[in-house]
């Protein structure tokens, strides 16, 4: 999926920028009557410029013989094509007939040769005339020298007699006080087609509904954040969120909301920002397709944050070879989000040098993920001190995850009360893994009721270890209830260890089956059996037992002999002493006290019971005693006890 657009295209656009460019300087003249039509200033072909010329000897012809409108019109005319010289006489002469069109152009063509005040002056004897442009020209002038009653006044009227560039001049005039008056009039310059107006009044009503949602309070930037899991900074996709973290958000949802509707209007009549802020709100939606035209519109007319945004969605299309030239171009344009997706591609290609080279870019654009992507850059590499370096010149400039990194660095140094301000302070500030590193450095000062609040608040927010280690304590204390509630969240996070004591919390409810019938019909899998097999697929190991055990029990021994073989290979001992009765009961005794013996030697007293007892079979008395006296020394109690009985007994068989 690549949008990149042709050379025809590029020239089009600039052609638009041009004639825009122009279109504004030529919106504050203000032309008589029927001449609107007559004239077109932004003719590009030569049949118009001949146009033009026989409509300004016309005017000029009729003007010579004392013709009102002729004298305005060809003044304006002139004004606009920047002839001030030709223009002012007939502009002059007209306004001396009381023509309220050329009073207004003759203060803007004061106001280009720098008499501000003579210019105000004739603004204002077309303004009170019923000049609206004049009106508006003139309440302008009064703003920028303070004087905003005078200000709002004047835009007011030109405001009031439709005027678009009036009413949005006074809707900001209004906004800049906090009135809430500010947004009628953004709705009205809009309505008009003022695409200024219509980016702002979208952002008015875009901001309005998300403080509806979120709370009026609620200003925390959304930011993904990978969970850890452990005593580490972030997740080996750190480097990539880093460079990402700036990256447009648009709002899920079905129907367009008002607006949006405001913000493609305005992307429509080409606002670079508002095309942004559309592709965002589309990408957010799934419209890939759509987003990527108006990222690569706004990207076209010079937005940086748009060409980043493209290149996103071109990596996640798999098209990193595109992506790589909008970052390179957004980039270039200073944006520091861009440098750090440079880095982080170049990082996951190996070329560190490279890497460094964009994330200091991203730096010296003003962008503190720079210095984060440099530590771990410089962390992965094993150069610990740079990497502080770059974790605390991020740290003091609130990054939250360069605090918690810095402060992990420094607990693996020993220094635990060097560590924990900055835990604290990147956990106050919202990482989720830092609450769950305090709750860590807690639990290793014997302080478990501090290191449960920690727990919990990371936990809260979704981390998945932090939540297993809520419900382990919550099962210590016998709040069967939460215990419950938080393995089922750590273990549909993905934690093996939550997985397997939810399900032996669910195991424990289970009545007792009894014992199997030949022939009935075989049951379906528990809620509780399936999340041993999920923490056994894992390869939690006494799960792997646990899911063996039950299919035993089913009498499904092919399925018992996989899982027990899965976890006595990994080294479990429990795995290879259950797989070797499995066997022993096929009539596979010696690979049984092959599975016996790696048991035993791990510390298994039933399996060196077991050996002992097949040794004696076999008539290897002093085999058998050795593998008593393990037996004895493992445990536990009850098989101490038979060892030791059959010990007496092999050693009087010996002695008779």
């Known amino acids: 999926m690549v949008f990149m657009g042709d050379r025809a295209t590029l020239l089009e656009t600039g052609r638009f920028v041009q004639r825009h460019a122009r279109n504004a ?27 033009e010329t026989e409509v300004e000897a016309r005017h000029r012809r009729a003007a010579e013989r004392g013709d009102l409108a002729s004298m305005s019109a060809l003044g304006a005319l002139l004004l606009r094509r920047g002839d001030l010289d030709g223009a002012e006489p007939y502009l002059r002469g007209a306004t001396a007939e009381g023509d309220r069109a050329a009073a207004n152009n003759l203060g803007v063509l004061l106001h280009q040769r720098g008499y501000a005040e003579e210019a105000a002056g004739w603004w204002r004897v077309a303004a009170v005339a019923g000049s609206a442009p004049a009106a508006h020209a003139l309440g302008r002038h009064h703003r920028e020298r303070g004087d905003e009653p005078a200000a709002e006044y004047w835009l007011r009227q030109a405001a009031e007699q439709g005027h678009a560039l009036g009413a949005y001049a006074l809707a900001d005039l209004l906004e800049h006080r906090s009135d ?135 990596r996640d299309a798999g098209d990193e070879e595109s992506a790589a030239v909008w970052w390179l171009r957004a980039a270039q344009d200073g944006d520091g989000n861009a440098a ?76 635990a009360n060097g560590a924990e301000p900055w835990f604290s302070k990147a956990a106050e500030a919202g990482s989720v893994d830092a609450a769950f590193n305090l709750g860590i450095l807690h639990a290793g000062r014997d302080d478990d009721r501090t290191a449960l609040v920690w727990y919990e608040r990371a936990a809260a927010a979704g981390h998945t270890e932090a939540a297993l280690q809520v419900g382990i304590a919550a099962l210590r204390d016998g709040d069967e209830r939460t215990a419950e509630r938080h393995l089922r969240c750590a273990a549909g996070g993905g934690s093996a260890e939550a997985a397997f004591r939810l399900a032996s919390v669910l195991d424990a409810r289970r009545p007792d089956p009894g014992p199997a019938v030949l022939g009935a019909p075989r049951e379906e899998k528990t809620e509780c059996e399936e999340w041993y097999e999920r923490a056994a697929q894992q390869g939690h190991r006494r799960a792997q037992v646990r899911v063996g055990m039950l299919a035993a029990g089913r009498g499904d021994l092919a399925e018992a002999d996989r899982w027990y073989r899965e976890a006595a290979e990994a080294g479990s001992r429990n795995g290879a002493f259950n797989l070797g009765l499995l066997l022993a009961r096929e009539g596979s005794e010696r690979e049984a006290a092959l599975w016996w013996t790696r048991a035993a030697r791990a510390g298994h007293g039933r399996a060196a019971l077991r050996l002992a007892l097949l040794a004696a079979r076999r008539g290897e008395l002093t085999e058998g005693r050795r593998w008593c006296a393990r037996a004895v020394e493992l445990g536990p109690a009850e098989v101490a006890e038979r060892a030791a009985r059959l010990s007496e007994a092999l050693h009087q068989e010996l002695t008779a």
């Not at 300087?25 to 146009?51: L, M, Q, R, S």
Request: charged share 25%.
């Open 25 to 51: 300087a030529d919106e504050i003249i203000e032309a008589a009557g029927a001449v609107d039509a007559a004239v077109d200033t932004t003719a590009e072909t030569d049949a118009d410029t001949e146009n």
């Open 180 to 314: 809430v008056g500010a947004e009628r009039w953004l709705r009205a310059a809009a309505e008009q087609g003022h695409r200024e107006a219509a980016y702002r009044l979208a952002l008015a009503l875009e901001r309005r509904a998300t403080e509806t949602t979120r709370g009026p309070h609620d200003t925390g930037t959304r930011l993904r954040v990978p969970g850890t899991g452990a005593l580490v900074p972030t997740g080996a996709g750190a480097t990539a969120e880093g460079a990402a973290a700036v990256r447009p958000v648009g709002e899920p949802g079905g129907e367009p909301t008002e607006a949006e509707q405001w913000f493609r209007q305005a992307a429509a009549r080409g606002h670079r920002r508002a095309a942004l802020h559309l592709g965002a709100i589309l990408e957010q939606r799934g419209e890939l397709k759509e987003a990527g035209r108006w990222y690569l519109s706004s990207a076209k007319e010079g937005e940086a944050k748009a060409a980043c945004a493209l290149g996103f969605l071109l």
């Open 340 to 415: 750090n997706a440079l880095g982080a591609l170049h990082a996951a290609r190996g070329e560190q040098q490279t890497a460094e080279r964009w994330y200091r870019a991203a730096m010296d654009a003003g962008d503190v993920n720079g210095a984060y992507n440099l530590g771990l850059l410089c962390a992965a590499q094993d150069r610990i001190p740079q990497a502080e370096q770059w974790y605390r010149r991020a740290a003091y400039a609130g990054h939250r995850e360069a605090a918690n990194a810095l402060a992990v660095l420094l607990l693996q140094a020993g220094d």
